[in-house]
């Protein structure tokens, strides 16, 4: 994407997800699960997942990526945006779906996340750059996420664990196009 390795710009991707995440609950980014890869194939994940849709368009070309956290952690995720006390975010983790409440704070995260990679790439990326939230997906397990031409595009991949507060660690990823 522009002139950037893909790995320097996984790490700069990364570290602005989680110090987005950080400043809002209590997400906290552990090491990588394993090296960054190259694939042309879109991940497909082992549970169920909310899946973040994340726009770049550099220089006029635009390209689709993902950002992809369990079920459950999402749903913790908006439980420390809707500022709920632990017992209660521990509960709503426990929900099948996400309900109104949940969907709104989870699209917020979208939406914060999609804004500091933006402000990011624009301070390092040559020529006009600009990323946008296109909504989550829930993501049944084996299945890959529904963005047009998605499985058409190179994607650098980086799977992290991460946790929030007081929970056991979880598995994200971050797919962003090459």
């Known amino acids: ?22 400043l809002l609950s209590g997400f906290q980014l552990g090491e990588p699960a394993d090296e960054d890869v190259i694939e042309h194939d879109p991940p497909v994940w082992e549970n169920v997942q909310i899946v973040f849709r994340i726009g770049f368009s550099i220089k006029g070309r635009a390209r689709m990526g993902v950002i992809s956290i369990p079920l459950a952690e999402a749903l913790a995720l908006s439980g420390s945006l809707l500022m709920l006390p632990a017992d209660a975010i521990q509960q709503n983790r426990a929900k099948l779906a996400p309900d109104e409440g949940d969907k709104e704070a ?34 049944d397990a084996g299945h890959q996420p529904y963005i047009v031409d998605f499985d058409a595009q190179p994607l650098a991949v980086r799977r992290h664990s991460a946790s929030f507060d007081n929970f056991d660690s979880f598995q994200v990823a971050l797919a962003i196009p090459v």
């Open 1 to 22: 994407m522009g002139d950037m390795d893909p790995t320097e710009l996984l790490d700069l991707l990364v570290d602005e997800a989680a110090a987005s995440l950080s």
């Open 106 to 139: 989870i699209m917020e995260a979208g939406n914060l996340i999609a804004g500091a990679f933006d402000a990011v790439l624009s301070k390092r990326i040559n020529g006009s750059v600009e990323v946008k939230f296109f909504g989550c997906q829930g993501l």
